[in-house]
């Protein structure tokens, strides 16, 4: 199984930023941890983060054909960003959508998302334990 590992806007300064609310791992770290645990469960990951939309729709348009699913933190697009919602739904993959922090007990404009409607579930507020789950949901 291939599933494509999206990281959104300012998710590459984890480790920098508010570690109090995303915690010190660095994404490089955490990319780290998760290609060691697919190798145990038997998917191939490929993981990539862009802090501009246009570079992460084209890079989910390449997932159709490509992946078998994919795990998305679309950061700060989450919350507006109609046409990374209309990539994902193009595609027409499973999808999972992450969040380090629970974005619920977070600002309110953070307590809605734009993509989950195409999106097959969300999972939020366990740190970087969420992508793990994201990837058991869609291998299982």
Excluded: W
């Excluded at 862009?50 to 890079?59: H, K, Y």
């Excluded at 922090?101 to 740190?127: D, L, P, Q, W, Y």
């Amino acid at each position: 199984m291939k599933i494509y590992i999206i990281n959104g806007p300012n998710l590459d300064m984890l480790g920098l930023r508010e570690p109090e609310i995303y915690g010190s791992d660095t994404l490089e770290s955490i990319n780290a941890e998760l290609a060691d645990y697919c190798r145990t469960v038997g998917v191939q990951p490929t993981f990539y983060q862009a802090n501009s939309e246009g570079a992460i729709i084209d890079f989910i348009h390449s997932a159709r054909g490509s992946a078998d699913g994919i795990v998305i933190n679309a950061g700060a697009y989450t919350h507006y960003s109609i046409a990374i919602r209309d990539a994902l739904a193009s595609v027409e993959l499973p999808c999972v959508e992450v969040h380090l922090s629970n974005v619920h007990k977070r600002e309110e404009f953070r307590h809605h998302s734009v993509i989950s409607a195409v999106c097959t579930g969300v999972i939020c507020g366990f740190g970087k334990k969420v992508y793990r789950l994201a990837i058991d949901a869609l291998s299982l």
